[in-house]
């Protein structure tokens, strides 16, 4: 049971790039959420989605934009990045009313 | 949406009881409180989560206050692998998402 995967570990960026940060679960999962990390910081919420289809925005959703064509994956997409862009990012998934199980991470650093 | 304020770091020697502070004064009836903890360059995980009454498994236990104003995340034998940074979490259940609010969390050290 891989749980939550992230691709890819480890990644950097030119100013002005794209990308797409790669999160899938195995768990059957209606709901999933992408965070990102700053160091020394908790861990805020980006977008997050209730089922295929269904997307929503988080706290810091500005220059990310995601979507949910199945209930496995949930890619986020990274338009014209910045240095501020530069953190970890996590993926989790979770039923309703259930505890979220988080992937291990994608480090971006944006140069 | 309610916050969480956690001490920023707490020491601990080893195989002694850890007792890790939460205070979440603008808790609201139906917040469940969620403590997770994070282990170097790694996601979070779950620990242990609550509502009103005190609850125990195997990682750990959870003291809640009687107005739920306050936490209390119990180890009761730190031991090396312990070493993480703590969260206490109020899942937002106002609009029905369930989403986390994380603060900066407790950097845990244990002392061998």
């Known amino acids: 049971n891989a749980g939550v995967t992230q691709t890819p570990k480890f990644r950097i960026l030119k100013i002005g790039q794209s990308m797409t940060l790669q999160c899938a679960q195995d768990?059957?999962?209606?709901?999933m959420y992408w965070y990102r990390q700053d160091p020394g910081m908790g861990l805020k919420l980006i977008y997050y989605s209730v089922g295929a289809g269904i997307t929503d925005k988080g706290e810091v959703p500005n220059g990310y934009n995601v979507s949910r064509s199945t209930t496995e994956d949930f890619p986020l997409r990274l338009e014209l990045a910045a240095p501020s862009q530069t953190s970890v990012y996590f993926c989790a998934s979770s039923l309703p009313e259930n505890i979220q199980y988080f992937g291990a991470g994608t480090r971006l650093s944006v140069l | 949406d309610a916050k969480t304020t956690q001490p920023n770091s707490m020491e601990s020697n080893e195989e002694e009881p850890v007792h890790l502070p939460c205070n979440h004064s603008t808790i609201s009836g139906t917040d469940y409180i969620h403590w997770y903890r994070q282990l170097p360059s790694q996601g979070p995980e779950y620990v242990i989560h609550g509502l009103t009454s005190n609850v125990n498994n195997r990682m750990a236990s959870l003291a809640i206050a009687e107005d739920r104003k306050s936490s209390t995340l119990i180890l009761h034998r730190a031991t090396l692998r312990d070493a993480a940074v703590y969260y206490c979490i109020l899942r937002d259940v106002g609009s029905g998402t369930y989403k986390y609010i994380f603060g900066t969390g407790t950097r845990l050290k244990v002392l061998a």
């Open positions: 768990m059957n999962h209606n709901y």
